[in-house]
């Protein structure tokens, strides 16, 4: 077994805390992600669980054993780093190499793995060039396939694409989920990207000025965020917010945004928690907002906003509609083919069954499960 545990895990350097009471649990054989925006604490997370830092309070254990004070060589962990970190002087297959050499296996054992490592990674007829030689991605491959000859116990990768172009980081991403069904080792990664986040992991979890959001499968994250954070963060292009006030008008339960009003549905009257005159948070994805020119469902007694066109993005399969309702903009994803212009007048459909309803300071969701 892999697995991971951290128990009330902070890191300060100084004065200034990275991490503070994090706990979590990453199962043997996952793919788990740590996501968040630049100096949330996520590769202070990961050069704990290496032993590249030293923890401040709590304890990181990996297969039941509390490693703390372990050096990084007991720990059997492998760190795959964002700019490769590979030896210039070097060929290919030393790179891949040299930790084995340094740890004495025999000539005959290290060339087994480097070339076994090498086929697996498309890199044999790279093995006798250096790292000039070669393309960015072949290099993130080779500081991949130096991870791999040491058999570890658990794969630790930091931002390992972020130096890719777009093409490239979608085909590496392909090659690195292939690689975990096949090696079938505990891994996690580090990313700002919350599209990588969602398409490579098992779970996710969710940073913010090093404290825990929400864990939880891609999907869950997407459709039931916790908070404003979760919700804006993950998605993309991100969720939509309006200020609300609920208004009770007996049979149901509406919200006055001030420029338009919407008739929820009635599962929000049954949960409960929604009280008249109480300011909310309304969340609505941009996938959620409709032309109505195009709309295929029903447009019913409070779903319609008019909203004015204030820029217009054409994506390809479908345009991006940037918009104004009552002081406040927003974003919409609707047919390419509609005729739009700028400044002009445009009737939207909202999905009120897939809206987000949170505290109107965006700490807590109050809004029934999807």
Sequence with gaps: MSRVVL????????????LENVSLEVEDRELFVLVGPSGCGKTSLLRLIAGLDDVTEGKIQIDKRVVNHDPPKARNVAMVFQNYALYPHMTVLDNMAFGLRMRGYSEEEIQTRVRQAAEMLELLPLLNRKPNEISGGQRQRVAVGRAIVRKPRVFLFDEP????????????????????????????????????????????????DGAIQQVGKPLELYRRPKNRFVAEFIGSPSMNFFNVTILDRGDSLWLDQGHFQLKLPPRFRRAGGLKDGMEALLGVRPEDIHDRLFQTGAVTEGNTVIAIVQLVEPVGAETHVHLEAGGTRFLARVHADNPLEMNQPMELVFDLDKIHIFTRNGKERLAPEP
């Design 7 to 18: 128990q009330n895990v902070s890191k300060w350097y100084g004065l200034v805390p990275a």
């Design 161 to 208: 694409f972020s130096n890719l172009d777009a093409k490239m980081r979608v085909e590496t991403r392909g090659e690195l989920l292939r690689l975990h069904q096949r090696l079938q080792t505990t891994m996690i990664y580090v990313t700002h990207d919350q599209v990588e986040a969602m398409t490579l992991a098992d779970r996710i979890v969710v940073l913010k």
